[in-house]
């Protein structure tokens, strides 16, 4: 088996300034865990990142067993603003022609729980689907591409068309959902069709829909993961990422325990390296 190349070409660099906004009203005691600070990983290096808390709280940063930033706090009932701002450099990806589809065999240890199903990925149960639709499909890079392809024309992009419980199978009966039923269903046709995939949240920027954090899906093709995002909302090489795992269990961007009403996001990415002033819309409004 060729040894894969997983450096990323350090060549022009891109750099983001990251805004992140979470206003919440709690009614309890509330205990969250966000996962909202950026990765530091070969392709991305964090340049200088800030954190304000109102009011202030004691808060405390720690790493779970993946390695991604948790930001853990406790507030007392009222009020409570997290402001998240970081500036980042992003390297693309090297471009290598491999990519196609290693057999069982052959797949490293690390990659094969996400060929599993998973609470909100029912590969098990799709399998036969996948298999009708994609089966025939030239293996690799093609077959996952033809998936995206597939979700794009099949499924519509319809805000507040799902749930947090909503799962892929529930997607592919519906038809309709938002970026992370999109990943759902497409991880769950790669892994029905042995090809290990996973979610990747993160920053990206795009005019419709209003502001929200983005979820998109890694498939493990020619010796390493490759992005792929099925809404075709943004670029892979512009998303300034935050976390990965087998599902949203695993990426949740909040995580609380107590009684906390979300009333306004704003998770905002520009590109500033550019030489254009790029305005700071105003945060997303959630109704109570």
Same mark, same amino acid.
């Given at each position: 088996?060729?040894?894969?190349?997983?450096?990323?070409?350090?060549?022009?660099?891109?750099?983001?300034?990251?805004?992140? +906004?979470?206003?919440?009203?709690?009614?309890?005691?509330?205990? %969250?865990?966000?996962?909202?600070?950026?990765?530091?990983?070969?392709?991305?290096?964090?340049?200088?990142?800030?954190?304000?808390?109102?009011?202030?709280? =004691?808060?405390?940063?720690?790493?779970?067993?993946?390695?991604?930033?948790?930001?853990?706090?406790?507030?007392?009932?009222?009020?409570?603003?997290?402001?998240?701002?970081?500036?980042?450099?992003?390297?693309?990806?090297?471009?290598?022609?491999?990519?196609?589809?290693? /057999?069982?065999?052959?797949? /490293?240890?690390?990659?094969?729980?996400?060929?599993?199903?998973?609470?909100?990925?029912?590969?098990?149960?799709?399998?036969?689907?996948?298999? $009708?639709? %994609?089966?025939?499909?030239?293996?690799?890079?093609?077959?996952?591409?033809?998936?995206?392809?597939?979700? +794009?024309?099949?499924?519509?992009? =319809?805000? !507040?068309?799902?749930?947090?419980?909503?799962?892929?199978?529930?997607?592919?009966? $519906?038809? #309709? !959902?938002?970026?992370?039923?999109?990943?759902?269903?497409?991880?769950? %046709?790669?892994?029905?069709?042995?090809?290990?995939?996973?979610?990747?949240?993160?920053?990206?920027? &795009?005019?419709? /829909?209003? /502001?929200? &954090?983005?979820?998109? %899906?890694?498939?493990?093709?020619?010796?390493?993961?490759?992005? &792929?995002?099925?809404?075709?909302?943004?670029?892979?090489?512009?998303?300034?990422?935050?976390?990965?795992?087998?599902?949203?269990?695993?990426?949740? &961007?909040?995580?609380?325990?107590?009684?906390?009403?979300? $009333?306004?996001?704003?998770?905002?990415?520009? =590109?500033?390296?550019?030489?254009?002033?790029?305005?700071? =819309?105003?945060?997303?409004?959630? #109704?109570?």
């Amino acid at each position: 088996m060729a040894t894969a190349n997983l450096r990323s070409i350090r060549l022009d660099p891109a750099t983001y300034q990251i805004d992140c +906004r979470l206003d919440y009203t709690l009614d309890s005691d509330c205990d %969250f865990i966000f996962m909202i600070h950026v990765a530091q990983t070969p392709r991305q290096r964090v340049l200088d990142e800030s954190l304000r808390l109102s009011p202030a709280v =004691r808060a405390r940063l720690s790493h779970d067993p993946a390695g991604h930033r948790l930001l853990r706090l406790r507030a007392a009932p009222g009020p409570l603003v997290v402001d998240y701002r970081a500036r980042v450099e992003l390297w693309p990806m090297a471009a290598t022609p491999q990519a196609e589809e290693w /057999p069982i065999a052959q797949l /490293p240890d690390v990659v094969l729980p996400d060929l599993l199903p998973t609470r909100y990925c029912e590969a098990d149960r799709l399998g036969p689907a996948a298999r $009708q639709l %994609f089966g025939a499909v030239e293996p690799g890079l093609p077959r996952v591409q033809a998936i995206c392809d597939w979700l +794009r024309r099949n499924i519509e992009y =319809r805000v !507040g068309s799902s749930l947090s419980t909503t799962t892929a199978l529930d997607i592919f009966v $519906q038809r #309709a !959902g938002v970026c992370r039923d999109f990943a759902h269903l497409g991880i769950a %046709f790669c892994r029905a069709l042995n090809i290990p995939a996973r979610m990747v949240c993160g920053y990206a920027s &795009f005019d419709e /829909p209003p /502001p929200d &954090f983005h979820a998109v %899906f890694e498939a493990f093709l020619g010796g390493r993961w490759r992005l &792929f995002d099925p809404t075709g909302l943004a670029p892979t090489d512009a998303l300034v990422r935050i976390a990965h795992g087998r599902d949203a269990h695993d990426t949740a &961007f909040a995580t609380l325990y107590g009684m906390a009403r979300l $009333q306004a996001m704003s998770p905002q990415v520009r =590109r500033v390296d550019l030489g254009a002033a790029a305005t700071r =819309r105003e945060p997303q409004r959630v #109704a109570a």
